[in-house]
């Protein structure tokens, strides 16, 4: 991508859940009943989530979903739109009621989520097939997002037809499932945490050097990889080169919830506007350090202000902005 060029149309294909957050001490055990100090309603969900998070950071954003004809289907619409997320491509379900996510936060900052897709599994490969070929063919370019909180017929549908329209496919296969080899080569990048590499190898990733060992490893089987390590920020392999981004020191980890989401939509955001893969992931890390400082998924992803970016992340694509290889 030049400078003349306007960023890539990011194109997510995922779920939308109401969440249902409550902060507790530290989990009950099995039989025991723990009161919550706090009960919060977010939207969230990890097609949502993702598509905010680029936005955010100014990113063109279409989102292709499907929500509920209830309170919590307009309130998440609603939230969506005021954060700039084109949704003329997410469906109005009149049977079913929206996805939702019950999240118990402790006072570690991890979590533990519960998800009841709704009206998420309403989605069908035909109307992913038609946005997704529609969306990418109105735009000079096009990055397609997918993500695994959707049927496995949506995810073959969204990553057949990106490539088919000559669009560039993100799968975050969060959670984690198999799918098929033929099309893992169509990723670029695979995006995966410790656990979901851990699935996908079949041995434990769980630091920086059994990341670099499992992208080793997985880079044959697609065009890019990245494993995120959590505090230890994440490592990245494209087909000629690799490295570790290490993530920024933090004073208090407050909320896990969506940070992973909030790596998928700034390092979608960065590549829309030509950056490299590396300053990519650079980006994506910032974005979800940032998250975890502040409670909810949503509420904490970070604008270029917040980063200290903004005069590089202006309307104009920006390469390379955050360092270089």
Known sequence: MTDSKQPARIIVVGSANQDYIVRVAVPPAPGETVLAKDLLLQPGGKGANQAVAAARLRGNVSFVASVGDDADGALLLR????????????????????????VSVYDSGENSITVVPGTNFSLTA?????????????AEEAIMVAQAEVLPEI??????????????????????????????????????NEAEASALVGWEVRDVETAGKAVAELRARTRSIVVTIGSSGAYWADQSSEGHIAAPAVGEVVDTTGAGDAF????????????????????????????????????????PADLGMESHLGNQPVVSAIGSS
Do not use: K, W
């Open 79 to 102: 939230e969506l739109r005021s954060e700039g997320v084109d949704t003329a491509n997410v469906e109005i379900i009149n049977r079913g009621r929206t996805g939702l996510a019950l």
């Open 264 to 303: 998928v939509g700034g390092l979608a955001s960065h590549l829309a506007r030509g950056a490299s893969l590396r300053d990519a992931v650079e980006l994506g890390v910032m974005a979800g350090t940032f998250a975890v400082q502040m409670p909810g998924a949503q509420s904490s992803y970070p604008t």
């Open 155 to 192: 995810i073959e549908a969204s990553i057949a037809s990106a490539t088919r329209a000559g669009a560039r496919v993100i799968l975050n296969l969060a959670p984690f499932r198999e799918i098929p080899a033929e099309l893992l080569r169509e990723c670029d990048p695979l995006v995966l």
């Open 126 to 138: 035909e109307r992913v097939h038609r946005a997704v070929t529609a969306l990418a063919d109105q």
